[in-house]
């Protein structure tokens, strides 16, 4: 019954709040699949659920089975909500962070592809995510490129005062510095001050 479906959510909601991560992960764990059964994938409840379960997983750090909800929910999310969608964007943003590496789906290269060329200073905000993950990963080279297109895009979107533009040419800076591109990061540095 979608009652009892929703009443399972709002549990889990609270014993996750309350701390009890074990709890909160059996009830949905169980109710996404049962939204599934009833409303079917391309629906906003089952979305909704599905994104609350990867964000459950990730926090217990169970990022395989986070990993694993994103990839199911992201093609129906786009579907549904649109790629700008908040839900998509998050899943997105999970996956791209719960991923073992940086071979990612096609559908979800795409995504990246159109964020990166996005002015949509949410969308944007996955993609400084993704530069972050290249810096922690040692792809410095990849990190200041996506960094370089990410300052010049929020200097436009945002202007020079925004902490959008000030993060992405703070990462610039940092992974110029480690390229030993040092001409650039000091060129990059007296932007940022």
């Known amino acids: 019954d979608p009652d009892t479906l929703n009443s399972m959510q709002d549990l889990a909601s609270l014993?996750?709040?309350?701390?009890?991560?074990?709890?909160?992960?059996?009830?949905?764990?169980?109710?996404?699949?049962?939204?599934?059964?009833?409303?079917?994938?391309?629906?906003?409840?089952?979305?909704?659920?599905m994104n609350k379960l990867s964000l459950l997983y990730q926090t217990a750090g169970q990022d395989k089975d986070s990993h694993a909800a994103c990839s199911k929910a992201i093609p129906p999310c786009k579907t549904v909500f649109g790629i700008n969608g908040s839900v998509t964007r998050e899943l997105v943003m999970r996956y791209i962070q719960t991923s073992e590496g940086f071979d990612f789906d096609t559908e979800v290269k795409d995504i990246i592809?159109?964020?990166?060329?996005?002015?949509?200073?949410d969308a944007l905000?996955?993609?400084?995510?993704?530069?972050?993950?290249?810096?922690?990963?040692?792809l410095n080279r990849d990190a200041s490129e996506l960094f370089q297109g990410l300052y010049e895009d929020f200097l436009a979107i945002k202007g020079t005062e925004a902490p959008e533009t000030f993060d992405a040419l703070s990462a610039l800076c940092v992974s110029r510095e480690h390229l030993d591109g040092i001409e650039q990061a000091i060129h990059s540095y007296k932007s940022l001050v």
């Not at 309350?18 to 409840?45: H, I, K, T």
């Not at 592809?113 to 200073?121: G, T, V």
């Not at 905000?125 to 040692?138: E, F, N, P």
């Open 113 to 121: 592809k159109e964020y990166q060329q996005s002015r949509d200073p």
């Open 125 to 138: 905000r996955v993609v400084h995510r993704l530069g972050r993950l290249y810096m922690d990963a040692g």
């Open 15 to 49: 014993k996750a709040s309350l701390g009890d991560m074990q709890s909160a992960l059996v009830l949905l764990g169980n109710a996404a699949p049962a939204l599934e059964s009833v409303f079917g994938m391309q629906n906003e409840r089952t979305l909704h659920a």
